[in-house]
Structures are given as C-alpha cells and as structure tokens.
T-cell receptor, first 111, second 114 residues
Framework: AQTIHQWPVAEIKAVGSPLSLGCTIK??????LYWYWQATGGTLQQLFY??????VESVVQLNLSASRPKDDQFILSTEKLLLSHSGFYLC??????????FGPGTRLTVL | GEQVEQRPPHLSVREGDSAVIICTYT??????FFWYKQEPGAGLQLLMK?????EINEGQGFTVLLNKKDKQLSLNLTAAHPGDSAVYFC?????????????FGKGTSLVVHP
C-alpha cells in the first residue's frame, strides 16, 4: 500500500526567513507529484507538479520553488517568506484513475 | 478555463437527515469528477471518483450523481451522522497525464448535529 508523509507537521516562521517543506511517497514507483496551497477554509491552488526526478513544472508564481531530488521525494522551498505564504500546504500523488491522494499537510504560519 | 461553482458553502443538518452538495461546472469536455472530504487539520480524503461514462455511484452512506446535460455533480449524504462533519470538495478535470490540473470547488463546510 502507498503511504504519503509530509514534514514538518507545522511551522511558525518569520517574514524573510527561508523555508523547506518535504513530502515522501512510499510504495509507488515514479509517481506524479503535486504541491497545493490552501488558504484557511479555502479552496486548493496547485503550485507545482513533477512527473519525474529532476523535473518540476510551476503552475503559479508565488515566490516559491520546488525540487524532485529523488523518485519518492518532493521539496517545496523559498529563501524569503512572505506573510501571504501562510496557509496549509498539501502534497499529492496521482492514481491510475486520475484521482489524487493527499498527504496530511503542513500548517505554515508566517509572522 | 474550467470553472466550478460549489454550493452551499455551509450546511448544517441533524443526525439522520440527508445533506446534498452540488457542483456546477462549465467545460462540457470535463471527464473526471471527484469528491473529497477534509477533516480539520488533515489532508483531503478521496470519497468517490466518477467518470463521464457513469452517472450514479454509491458509497458507504452517500450517493454521487453526475448530470452531464446540466453539467452538475452532486453528493448526497443519506442519514448523516456527526462523523460526517467536515469540509467537502468537488474536483473536475478534462485532462489526464502529468500536466494534470483539476479545478476544485470552494468547499462546503458540513456540520451534523447529534
């Protein structure tokens, strides 16, 4: 069975500080991976997707970047956080039927 | 691009009542339809996937209807119980493959009172 893990569970960071969020998928070979951002109580906005190691496509520009250093790992980062980066970050992988399976999420608060 | 309107944004029902959430989409070529459930502080959990070749799908305690003519997707929770309290999202897509970007509704916050 596939499992998806995100870390950290929550972060409180200062404006202007760097950030790195991680996502790991186990039990799925060469998954298509996605990063989403969700404002409190809001809908989901897709940020990045990756089909293979080393390849990442940006969907929206939010002063964030993403990398796929390993087949089972997807990293979201920025060198300088903004207040607008606060929210809930979700990683997901795509199943055979085009459905997406989401991780537990990381709550980010920027002060 | 695709637009999805989800209603109602908030829904409050008594235990044992039914709860209906409706999504209306705009792209007639949409093919993949999904319902997700999100509990507080958690990720989204897939409830049901529907393809345009099917119209009615039944899950545990709920029914999903796809009306392609009216471009509507609905989720009907029959005999709701407090454990159903969560935010529900529909998602719609016409594309497949890696460049896969479903359009999500804005969510419906459901509260089921004992």
């Amino acid at each position: 069975a596939q499992t998806i893990h995100q870390w950290p569970v929550a972060e409180i960071k200062a404006v202007g500080s760097p950030l790195s969020l991680g996502c790991t998928i186990k039990g799925k070979s060469s998954p298509n991976l996605y990063w989403y951002w969700q404002a409190t109580g809001g809908t989901l906005q897709q940020l990045f997707y990756s089909i293979t190691v080393g390849q990442v496509e940006s969907v929206v520009q939010l002063n964030l970047s993403a990398s796929r250093p390993k087949d089972d790992q997807f990293i979201l980062s920025t060198e300088k956080l903004l207040l607008s980066h606060s929210g809930f970050y979700l990683c997901a992988w795509r199943g055979q039927g085009e459905e997406q399976y989401f991780g537990p999420g990381t709550r980010l608060t920027v002060l | 691009g695709e637009q999805v309107e989800q209603r109602p944004p908030h829904l409050s029902v008594r235990e044992g009542d039914s709860a209906v959430i409706i999504c209306t989409y705009t792209d007639p070529n949409s093919y993949y339809f999904f319902w997700y459930k999100q509990e507080p502080g958690a990720g989204l959990q897939l409830l049901m996937k529907v393809f345009s070749s099917t119209e009615i799908n039944e899950g545990q305690g709920f029914t999903v209807l796809l009306n392609k003519k009216d471009k509507q997707l609905s989720l009907n929770l029959t005999a709701a119980h407090p454990g159903d309290s969560a935010v529900y999202f529909c998602a719609v897509s016409r594309t497949s493959g890696g460049n896969y970007k479903p359009t999500f509704g804005k969510g419906t916050s459901l509260v089921v009172h004992p």
